[in-house]
């Protein structure tokens, strides 16, 4: 993001994915730790509601280096929504329900702003308008983020969404081991992003993904033969 400003400037595209990072920053990433909140306290856990993490407030969600890495390198982080899992009836089973609910809600949403880049992409083809041409671009922007966040999640080292799912198939006490080790796990994670080593893997099979929401977003476009 950064770097296609210094290199293009302040263009149309870079100036409305700016704007779409800033949206998924104040009002998206909420949403990822929302979806945290609520299944851990539908499956019993009501740590995060106490915690007051149950809320659409971004305020109670955002991390600042997180949300700086969104502008970085289009990857980013909230502030992790704290879960017990001894109040779980089934605590491994529960725990990668709660951590998949995450990258499931931006994958939800990624399908849900295609549809609106799709509705906006046959406006602005059949009326010309400038608005639905910003529109459009801003939607596949924010599809594209949340991809990459829900992608980026599902990664399986700490303190990642992908970590507490990796619980269903690692000894508790294996699980436990690695978990000493998360702080320097993330700094490690960072410093691969900021190089590109893992960056770079990482667009890829966002793109992928991507392609695929895509797809099914325009179905009901092409059955009413608008595209």
């Known amino acids: 993001m950064i770097t296609d400003i210094i290199r293009h400037g302040f263009s149309l595209s870079t100036i409305v994915s700016l704007l779409a990072r800033v949206f998924v920053v104040f009002c998206t990433m909420p949403v990822h730790e929302y979806a945290h ?5 539908k ?4 740590t995060a509601r106490l915690k007051g993490r149950l809320t659409l407030n971004p305020l109670a969600h955002i991390d600042p280096i ?3 890495m969104i502008f970085l390198v289009g990857f980013g982080y909230a502030k992790p929504v704290p879960v017990n899992a001894r109040n779980f009836a089934k605590p491994k089973r529960d725990m990668a329900l709660t951590a ?3 990258p499931a809600s931006n994958l939800i949403m990624a399908l849900l702003f295609g549809l609106l880049y799709y509705t906006f992409y ?3 083809n059949r009326t010309g308008l400038v608005f639905a041409n910003v529109a459009y671009l801003f ?3 924010a599809a594209y983020v949340n991809v990459t966040l829900g992608i980026f999640n599902l990664i399986p080292i700490p303190p990642l969404d992908g970590s507490r799912i990796l619980t269903l198939f690692l000894p508790t006490e294996t699980y436990f081991k690695i978990m000493r ?3 320097y796990i993330m700094i490690g994670v960072m410093v691969l992003l900021l190089t590109g080593a893992l960056s770079t893997p990482l667009a890829f099979i966002s793109g992928g993904v991507l392609k695929g929401i895509f797809a099914v977003a325009s179905l009901p476009f092409k059955l009413l033969r608008l595209i």
């Open 37 to 41: 909140a609520l299944c851990a306290t």
């Open 43 to 46: 499956l019993g856990d009501d």
């Open 66 to 68: 997180g949300a700086v």
């Open 100 to 102: 998949a609910a995450g």
């Open 122 to 124: 046959v406006m602005y």
């Open 139 to 141: 939607f596949y922007f």
């Open 181 to 183: 080790y998360e702080r």
